[in-house]
């Protein structure tokens, strides 16, 4: 046996092994409790790509100053992140305080991953209902009354002047 093709066929097998693996990092998002609607739905997408991808997701609340005092605000907003990415993600580190920061580790969902994604519904003209053409005779008649109607209310106002 040559041991030059065995090491080189040794090689081809290693590099397609490592093509086939995923590379999984740990992405982080981070919150604050006085966070506004707008800005919680933008990270909450973003939370949802990473894990599209299959990434795992840390996501990190920041208490500043007397916020400190109320950790149950970060508590519901970190319930509230939950809620929006329920069946996608899981829970692997529940959330807990760590000094000034509260933080939660999520990983994408076996099961939801392997669901195909519903492809979106192509935009479709609407179809008349009645192929004919709508008579013009209507708009026609209505024309020749406004002037008949200019007419009798200039009549009005000029026996009302006098």
């Known amino acids: 046996m040559d ?29 604050k409790p006085k966070i506004a609607k707008g800005d919680f739905d933008t ?7 990473f894990l599209d991808e299959g990434h795992k ?9 007397r916020e400190m005092a109320h950790p149950e605000l970060g508590s519901k907003i970190l319930d509230a992140v939950i809620e929006q990415l329920g069946p996608i993600a899981k829970v692997d580190t529940s ?20 669901r195909p994604a ?17 008579k013009q005779d209507i708009s026609i008649t209505t024309t020749e009354t406004e002037p008949q109607n200019a007419k009798d209310e200039n009549i009005q106002d000029s026996q009302e002047a006098i």
């Open 95 to 114: 959330a807990r305080l760590e000094g000034r920061n509260m933080t939660m580790v999520l990983s994408p969902d076996k099961k939801a991953a392997k």
């Open 57 to 65: 997701v840390k996501v990190t609340l920041q208490f500043r100053g």
């Open 43 to 49: 990270k909450v997408r973003h939370m949802l790509e």
């Open 3 to 31: 041991y030059g093709k065995f090491r080189y066929e040794e090689a081809q097998r290693l590099k397609e092994s490592r093509k086939k693996t995923v590379q999984i990092t740990m992405k982080e998002v981070k919150f």
């Open 118 to 134: 519903s492809p979106k519904p192509a935009a479709t003209k609407p179809t008349s209902v009645n192929p004919t053409p709508i």
